[in-house]
């Protein structure tokens, strides 16, 4: 199933704040972590976790829309306590799993590890530069265990 991506993201930040650290995450971090749901969905279900497109910025991939959302919290982390979706059963425990792996490296270090993946290193560094899920999927497909 296809979801809304302000849902996916609600998603991450309660699962965030629920976590043993507390941490908050900032909107870059969501971005990555964005960035990594949807590339494992992609790989594992051969279907996107949410329709929009992932974009190659500066910093690394960014859901346009998502960065807009969140922007006025600057680098501070986004406070999330609402209700979230739940995903299928397959769907949930490779959310869980993916947020397990990747939740616990700081944005920073998100960054880092997308700079050096083929889906952003193959596509050109700027706004409206759409990083393609075909190559979102093969790549992670690619990481599939």
Excluded: C
Aim: hydrophobic share 35%.
């Amino acid at each position: 199933m296809i979801y809304a991506v302000l849902d996916i993201a609600k998603k991450i930040l309660a699962k965030a704040s629920y976590s043993d650290s507390g941490e908050l995450i900032s909107n870059m971090k969501l971005q990555k972590l964005l960035y990594y749901q949807q590339g494992f969905h992609l790989a594992y279900f051969g279907t996107p976790l949410f329709n929009e497109e992932l974009e190659a910025w500066m910093y690394g991939p960014v859901v346009p829309e998502i960065y807009e959302y969140y922007k006025t919290n600057d680098n501070r982390g986004i406070e999330y306590s609402g209700d979230t979706i739940t995903l299928s059963s397959e769907e949930e425990t490779l959310f869980n799993e993916v947020h397990r792996v990747y939740g616990k490296y700081s944005a920073s270090g998100l960054m880092e590890m997308t700079h050096n993946e083929t889906p952003w290193k193959s596509t050109p560094v700027k706004a409206g530069s759409v990083i393609s899920q075909d190559k979102m999927k093969v790549f992670f497909k690619r990481r599939l265990k």
